[in-house]
């Protein structure tokens, strides 16, 4: 089957044919024209150069100023720049979660702590704890900060919150300088969270300060103890030495032993000056014996002569005879019967006198003899008893001198026996106080560690309190816009310097050398 169809026929006007070059050439016209109207004066004036004609070398140094190729590049490039600055800038204010800051403030006192005890006759015992900021190479705030952030407070503040599975997450720290301030600040969705961490935060903080402060003196305590129980053993050691040798010795101090080195030194005085009175007594006795020509044995028998009242009248009747004998010898001759009666008579009292003597002393006969020739002698009954009373003297010094003797070879032979104990007890006396002392020492230290919490770890106190804030900490829209002002002006002044690069090369290299910046 055929179709035809039947197509209208348009009418169309006739195409006049224009000479291109005539019209290229009236086009380039127009385009001078236009350009000579709207030229710039020359210095103002853009030069292209074409993308082709672009070196490394061209890159680094730059081109013209009046370059207008450039623009386009550096239009692209600014656009980039402020997209990459304003789209995270405002990704940030809208997307990012709203979050609530609480802070508090801590400080740590300076000054140190000292104690001292002293211990009657033993010792001082004596602790200090110096200031915090002591040493130059240790600093309490920094240790504090690393404590604020350490797991151990983090997981205690954790725990103490009582929340399955809650992270607060790090503590912002500031340690504010030239000051002993710790600002710490914790962040949350919300305020009310927020000051709950940081109050969790600060108990976890303030417990493990206590955990560790009684970590450090139960462990100082425990190898304080273990010292003084060697202390101990060894005051009890060197007291049962001492005791021992009291009792071997039987002597009890040191003191016992300088006591009898004393006494001695007395008796050795004592018996010098005996010496010397018994030497000037014996000399009197001798005097006195020579004088009556008897000796100081003799001189006490014959004092009782004198002193018996039978001996003396016979000694008185002896003594007439003797007178009247004599009397008579004078007138009458040796055989007259008259001396002859008288020299029996005489010899008759004198052997009763010298029976009588017998009796009384018990001497000889010429003893008797001779002191019967001497007993009409007016002082001698007088020298008889001084003779015996320096004889009674000097045997009374030579008797107390054989006691000091005797008592000073038995303290020689004491302090012979004992100057070994001594010293050896004086030794160990030294040893005991040393002991005791070092020992007493100890158990005082030991006690004042309770007062020493702050040796190691300063004490902390609270300035301000974790706070409740209504408005929010991030997003900072006021920061974020400065910031992304702040970042298109300096890209912007980048893009710029960049651009007069070429100049500013050509004006800093053609400077004089010994010119100044």
């Not at 704890?129 to 040493?135: C, I, M, T």
């Not at 240790?143 to 604020?148: A, D, E, I, P, W």
């Not at 007594?281 to 002569?305: C, F, G, H, K, M």
């Not at 007178?323 to 001759?333: D, H, N, R, V």
Request: proline share 3%; with cysteine; aromatic share 6%.
């Amino acid at each position: 089957m055929n179709i035809h169809v039947d197509h209208p026929v348009l009418e169309t006007e006739p195409i006049e044919i224009v000479d291109t070059g005539e019209a290229r050439q009236r086009g380039s016209d127009v385009s001078a024209r236009r350009r000579k109207i709207f030229r710039a004066p020359g210095w103002l004036r853009l030069k292209r150069t074409s993308f082709g004609s672009l070196t490394i070398g061209r890159i680094m140094r730059g081109g013209r100023v009046s370059d207008a190729g450039r623009l386009p590049r550096y239009v692209t490039v600014i656009g980039v720049l402020t997209a990459a600055i304003w789209v995270p800038v405002f990704l940030y204010l809208n997307l990012a979660e709203v979050r609530y800051s609480s802070d508090f403030s801590l400080i740590l006192p300076g000054n140190g702590v000292s104690t001292s005890v002293n211990l009657t006759d033993i010792g001082q015992a004596s602790t200090s704890a110096n200031s915090a900021y002591s040493s130059s190479s240790i600093s309490p705030t920094v240790t504090y900060k690393k404590l604020l952030q350490s797991q151990s407070v983090i997981k205690r503040a954790e725990e103490m919150l009582l929340q399955q599975g809650v992270r607060i997450g790090y503590p912002r720290i500031k340690l504010v300088d030239q000051t002993s301030l710790i600002q710490v600040m914790m962040e949350a969705t919300s305020p009310e969270t927020a000051r709950q961490y940081a109050d969790a935060l600060l108990s976890a903080f303030l417990a493990e300060l206590e955990k560790l402060r009684q970590d450090e003196i139960e462990r100082r305590q425990g190898s304080t103890v273990g010292s003084v129980k060697q202390y101990q053993e060894a005051v009890d050691q060197i007291r049962n030495r001492i005791s021992k040798l009291q009792m071997e010795s039987g002597l009890t101090t040191a003191d016992q032993f300088q006591e009898i080195a004393v006494a001695k030194e007395e008796l050795v005085k004592k018996m010098t000056d005996l010496k010397g009175q018994h030497a000037r007594q014996s000399r009197l006795v001798e005097s006195l014996a020579t004088l009556l020509d008897i000796s100081p044995e003799n001189a006490a028998a014959s004092l009782r002569l004198h002193a018996d009242v039978g001996f003396q009248t016979l000694l008185n009747a002896l003594a007439e005879e003797t007178a009247k004998l004599a009397e008579l010898s004078q007138s009458l001759g040796d055989k007259h019967p008259n001396i002859v009666s008288l020299r029996k008579r005489v010899l008759g009292a004198r052997l009763k006198l010298m029976e009588r003597g017998a009796i009384l002393t018990g001497l000889g006969v010429e003893t008797l003899q001779n002191e019967i020739e001497h007993s009409t002698e007016g002082q001698r009954a007088s020298l008889l008893s001084q003779l015996m009373d320096g004889t009674a003297e000097r045997d009374g010094l030579e008797a107390e001198l054989a006691i000091l003797e005797d008592e000073l070879q038995v303290v020689e032979k004491r302090l012979i026996s004992l100057l070994s104990a001594a010293s050896e007890l004086d030794s160990l006396n030294r040893d005991y106080k040393v002991a005791e002392a070092v020992f007493a020492s100890a158990l005082a230290r030991s006690n004042t560690f309770e007062t020493d919490v702050f040796a190691s770890y300063p004490m902390v106190q609270i300035i301000e309190a974790p706070t409740y804030s209504e408005s929010p900490s991030s997003p900072n829209t006021l920061l974020a816009i400065l910031f992304g002002i702040a970042a298109t002006l300096c890209a912007i002044g980048g893009l710029v310097l960049f651009w007069i690069r070429q100049p500013l090369i050509a004006w800093i290299t053609a400077r004089p050398a010994g010119e100044e910046d």
